[in-house]
Every structure is written in C-alpha cells, then in structure tokens.
C-alpha cells in the first residue's frame, strides 16, 4: 500500500470515528433534586444580591458548567464532594458532610478554617446575618436533572 494511500485510509478512519461519537450525548453531571425545605433562617432574595458578588465569579447554577469551583443547584441537602465533573479536595471528599445550614454556615464563615484542605479561598465572611441570607438563597436552588437531546435526531 502506498503512503498517499496509507494517509488516506488513517484520515478516512480518524473521520469517521469522530462522526459516530456525534451522536452521543454525554449528559452533564448533576446532583439529586432537594429534599429538604426551604430554610428559612435568612432572606433569600438577599442571599441572591450577596450570592452574586461573593459567591458568583467562582460558581455556576447550571449542571456541567463549573468554574474554579462546582457549580451549585441543588447543593442544599446534598452530599459534599459529589460531583464526578469537578475535582475536589481529598478533605472534602472525605468529610461526609451534607450541605446544609450546619455545615454551609462554618464553610461560608471560613472556607479554610472549616477545612484545612479547603479548595474555596474566599474571603471569610463574618456577618451571621449575610451567610444566613445565602444559605436562604442557596436553598432555593432546585432543579430536574437537564435534559440532553441525542444530535443525531
């Protein structure tokens, strides 16, 4: 076999593995819907306000599109470290936590205090009453699993 052909054959093969994996939809990672009620130790609606000034520029909302950190709907109740898409700490990994006002209260006061492996290097924030507010907000996140369409439809 020649070496026009031999390159050729390898490009015609590389082509159509590329095409047969099209059609296939890889959903993104996503957690359990919420099960627990909506706290209600805190002002949601200034949770979202403190949410997107502390919180957003390092978590998402929608399943599959962490940034430096998870993204975050349907974190309230669910396990930490779960997420298959996002690597986290091995102190997290093991911690056994559940996300919830017990828990997101000392985090969210001081990341690396609460953990000392802690991969969240946010400033601490002190304020009793704004962690409260984003617990509240982070509680009302809920969402069904997203929905992936095959391509080839």
């Known amino acids: 076999m020649s070496i026009i052909s031999k390159s050729s054959l390898s490009g015609i093969f590389t082509a159509v593995l590329l095409l047969t994996a099209c059609g296939e939809s890889i959903p993104p990672d996503h957690r359990a819907p919420v099960t627990l009620p909506l706290y209600t130790g805190g002002n949601a609606a200034n949770g979202a306000l403190i949410y997107k000034e502390a919180c957003g520029q390092c978590h998402q909302l929608n399943a599959g599109l962490n940034k430096k950190g998870p993204q975050l709907m349907n974190i309230y109740g669910a396990p930490a470290a779960e ?40 400033n601490p924030m002190p304020d009793a009453k704004e962690r409260a507010d984003v617990i509240a907000y982070l509680s009302t996140l809920r969402a069904a699993a997203p929905l992936v369409e095959d391509e080839a439809k």
Request: charged residues 30%; glycine residues 4%; negative net charge.
């Open 83 to 122: 997420l298959e898409d996002y690597t986290y700490s091995d102190g997290l990994k093991s911690s056994g936590w559940i996300w919830d006002a017990k828990t997101l209260d000392p985090y969210i006061a001081d990341a690396e205090k609460a953990m000392l492996d802690s991969k969240m290097l946010s």
